[in-house]
């Protein structure tokens, strides 16, 4: 134990005197955090949406509305013909189109099936699947069906980037770091020449390699208590 715990020390000595693994522990873990929270998503915001409303009723209209309001859409065009729809697509200023029939607002009345069309750019497919069921979900908000199956997202029920990406960074950061400084400990030790003197110590293998893995083992597990702190502080994510 007595070994164990000085090679312990040497390593953290020999790490925190060397400038590139003091860099390594604290600057990329705060920078990937920042960077792959926001970067590394599934979400699709920012879309362009035209609106072909046949119907004009108070029913269409508070569709539109909700979807305006929405944070997913910032930009809605009232388009005016089948004409324009098309040339929003092609030209790419939508990503998707609603197409609101004449008698929508009858079908609600009466109780009937009713449908809407969207059309979508297939050159993007995966977010234009994405912002088709932005636009479903829109719907069944207003105008929910009972014969229509209703979706309940556990743990996450808003599918919050942050509540899955953060709490996945804690943990591959923080093995990240300990790779990297258990692989820089041994290529600075044959760097400087002292790995062979190590080898003809009075060591045995296993404590020497618990020496060099039990310092970036708390190192990282500090760092993963860093993310944790951030995730529920700064990224609201809970704790539960």
């Known amino acids: 134990m007595y070994q164990l715990l000085a090679l312990i020390k040497k390593e953290f000595l020999a790490i925190w005197s060397d400038k590139k693994s003091r860099a390594i522990i604290i600057i990329p873990p705060l920078l990937q955090l920042l960077l792959f929270s926001f970067a590394v998503t599934l979400e699709v915001k920012n879309i362009s949406l035209g609106v072909l409303d046949r119907d004009n009723s108070v029913q269409s209209q508070a569709l539109v509305r909700k979807l305006s309001y929405s944070n997913t859409f910032t930009t809605i065009y009232r388009l ?20 609101i029939p004449q008698n929508f607002s009858k079908k609600l009345e009466s109780g009937e099936p009713t449908s809407l069309q969207i059309i979508a ?32 997202n556990w743990y996450n029920p808003n599918l919050d980037n942050f509540w899955w990406i953060v709490p996945n960074l804690m943990g591959t950061l923080s093995m990240i770091i300990a790779l990297m400084l258990t692989s820089l400990s041994v290529a600075r030790e044959r760097e400087l020449g002292t790995f062979e003197q190590i080898s003809v110590t009075p060591i045995s293998p296993t404590v020497l390699i618990l020496g060099k893995t039990i310092p970036p083992l708390m190192i990282s597990m500090i760092e993963a208590s860093v993310i944790f702190f951030a995730a529920t502080t700064f990224f609201g994510v809970p704790f539960m």
């Open 121 to 152: 750019d297939g050159r993007k497919s995966n977010t234009a699947q994405i912002a088709q069921a932005y636009i479903q979900r829109t719907f069944l908000s207003l105008y929910p069906a009972n014969d229509i199956m209703v979706n309940r």
């Open 80 to 99: 005016k013909s089948e004409k324009e729809l098309t040339h929003y697509i092609d030209t790419q200023k939508v990503l998707a189109t609603l197409y």
